[in-house]
Each structure stands twice: as C-alpha cells, then as structure tokens.
C-alpha cells in the first residue's frame, strides 16, 4: 500500500481522491529536522512553501518515488537533483492563478483608494479627525483606463492580464518568451470575448506603465531595483505576489519615501517568516502574509489535481 505524506496540508477533496485510490495519506506535520526519519515511511511527500526537500534530505531517502508541490514554485525543493535520483516531482501551476490574481487587484484597489493607511488610522482617529483623513484620502483614482505592466506572463500572469482587460485597463506583458494571441473574457451566459495581447520589452513595461505586477520565478538579483525605479513613471504602483527577493526592498523603500512609487502591495517578502520591520510599518505598503493562493477554490482545485497526478504516476 502507497503511503503519501502531506507535511503541509492536502484540500480534503484531494485526501479524499487519494483515499479511493487506494492510497493512505498522512496530514499531521513533521518537523524539518524531523522528516528524514519520518520519510522512511513513506513513497512520497506533498509540500507547499514551508517544507524544504533539498539534496541532504533525498540522499537519506531512496524509498522516495515522488514529491508534490501544491502550487506553482518550486524553489524549495531541489528539482533536478531529484529527477536525477528517479523521484517524479510535479505541481499544480494552473490550480491557484486565478486567486493570485484576484489578490492582485486587492492590493491595487487597496492602494488607489489609501485603504492600506484608512484601515489604520480610523480606528484610532476616526472619532476625533474624521474630517481630516477624509481630505487626506479624498485624491484616489480609477483603474479604468491606466495601464497595468505585467512581468512574467505565464499562467497567473495572463490571469492578472485578463482581470485587468476585464476592468477597462490596458495591459503591457513582458516575458522571456513572447506571447502573440488572444486572452479570453469569460463573461455570463456563457460569452467569451477573445483579445489579442502581445509581450513587448521589459524597458517599454517598466517606462510605460502606471501599475507594475510582478510574476516570476525567483531570480539571482532583483528584477526591480533603484535602477529600475529610476525609469518608471512619477507615481507608479508595484505589486508583488510572486516571489520574495524580485524586488530590492530597501530600493522600494526607497522609491516610496521619495514620491516615485506612490504605493506598494506586497504578499511575499524577504526573509520569509520574519519580513522587513520597515516593510512592515510603512503607510505606502499594502500588506498580507504570502496567501495568493489562499482561498478555498484555488485549495480545492489544487488538492484535486495533485491527487490526480500522484495517482497517475503510482499507477503507470
């Protein structure tokens, strides 16, 4: 009998597929330091972003036939070196685009709006300034209109890029593979509308846009940093969702204090779990702890395929 470990957590309809299959699933974590004993047990491993399955762990593990990320990255797990030992490593890139993406637009119409700095200070003001953080938030603006740039168009890009055609903006997609097609709005009653996108070059979307969004593996260096910032528009927007470390944070800092990046929406974060204390506190940033795939769909949709990817594979 196969035995999978879900150190971080399987969608019960995904335990539930597995369970039919013939499959036993365990849920209850295992400490890091803990999990090269405890895989011992097992045929295979399911992670999010908190479990770390790097080169040590695998070598003390060669009953391990595969490993499931729920998600899209994988930079917590050391892909190559486990294909080249035989374990399968897969992940559910689709499951969650559209729930990044919708948190996108939280950010960016938290921002365009003050909610990020109202939500603080009404508590504690609203009694007695009221008048006066009303004048203070009273310049938002639409996002009809402007221009969102996006950087990294693969799924949970064209997610954001369709939210965003949806809502009457115009969209500028860099990739390091070009796009040239068509985004489809699904609308009610069945009627989809097809809209041609195409990629430009990084400098056309960093100089161009009045809201950038980030979507990209992690990288070696910062995508955005003072350079970058430098070549973007008074008052743009950033908003990361997609990795900590894409952005140089203290460059974004930087940028906010001086005017040149009017807000920020950030869900990831350098130093994960433990964020920059001036992140943290500054009234320009938008704010949430790294839960872009966190809704119930996106979790549902994400166990029930990973389920059927860990059953495709024991069953070949």
């Given at each position: ?8 957590g ?6 539930a597929?597995l ?8 849920t209850?974590?295992?400490p890091?330091?803990?999990?090269a004993e405890a ?9 999010r972003?908190?479990?770390?399955v790097?080169q040590e ?7 391990i ?6 998600g899209?990255?994988m930079d917590?797990?050391d ?5 080249s030992k035989?374990?399968?490593?897969v992940?559910t890139?689709a499951?969650?685009s559209?729930?990044v993406?919708?948190l996108?637009?939280?950010?960016l ?5 003050f909610?990020?700095d ?7 003001e ?8 009303k004048?203070?938030?009273a310049?938002g603006?639409?996002l009809?209109?402007k221009?969102?740039g996006i ?6 890009g064209?997610?954001?890029?369709t ?5 009457g903006m115009?969209?500028?997609?860099y ?15 069945g ?6 996108v ?6 056309e979307?960093i100089?161009?846009s ?11 260096r910062?995508i955005?940093g003072a350079?970058e910032?430098a070549?973007?528009?008074d008052?743009?927007a ?12 203290a460059?974004?800092?930087?940028a906010?204090d001086?005017?040149?990046v009017?807000f ?6 350098d130093n ?7 992140i ?5 940033i938008?704010?949430?702890p790294?839960i872009g795939a966190?809704?119930?769909e ?6 029930a395929?990973?389920a059927?990817?860990?059953?495709e594979?024991?069953n070949?």
């Amino acid at each position: 009998m196969i035995k999978i470990l879900a150190n971080d957590g399987i969608d019960p309809i995904g335990k539930a597929l597995l369970e039919k299959a013939g499959f036993v699933v365990d849920t209850e974590t295992v400490p890091q330091d803990q999990l090269a004993e405890a895989l011992k047990n097992y045929d295979g491993i399911t992670v999010r972003s908190a479990t770390k399955v790097r080169q040590e762990l695998l070598d003390q593990v060669p009953n391990i036939k595969l490993i499931g990320r729920g998600g899209v990255g994988m930079d917590n797990i050391d892909v190559e070196y486990a294909r080249s030992k035989g374990i399968a490593v897969v992940n559910t890139p689709a499951a969650s685009s559209l729930s990044v993406a919708e948190l996108v637009f939280a950010h960016l119409f938290t921002g365009v709006r003050f909610l990020q700095d109202a939500n603080r200070k009404m508590p504690a003001e609203g009694a007695t300034k009221f008048n006066a953080l009303k004048k203070a938030y009273a310049k938002g603006i639409e996002l009809r209109g402007k221009t969102i740039g996006i950087i990294g168009f693969g799924r949970i890009g064209r997610e954001t890029a369709t939210v965003a055609l949806g809502l009457g903006m115009n969209v500028l997609a860099y990739d390091l593979f070009p796009f040239d097609g068509n985004l489809t709005l699904n609308l009610q009653g069945g009627i989809q509308v097809p809209i041609p996108v195409k990629t430009v070059s990084l400098d056309e979307v960093i100089a161009n846009s009045d809201f950038i969004s980030l979507h990209t593996p992690f990288a070696d260096r910062p995508i955005l940093g003072a350079e970058e910032f430098a070549k973007m528009k008074d008052g743009v927007a950033v908003v990361n969702c997609s990795r900590g470390g894409t952005i140089d944070e203290a460059a974004l800092i930087a940028a906010l204090d001086s005017g040149k990046v009017s807000f920020a929406g950030l869900d990831v974060f350098d130093n994960e779990p433990t964020p920059n204390e001036a992140i943290l506190a500054h009234p320009k940033i938008s704010l949430t702890p790294h839960i872009g795939a966190a809704t119930n769909e996106a979790q549902e949709r994400i166990g029930a395929e990973l389920a059927s990817l860990i059953i495709e594979h024991f069953n070949k």
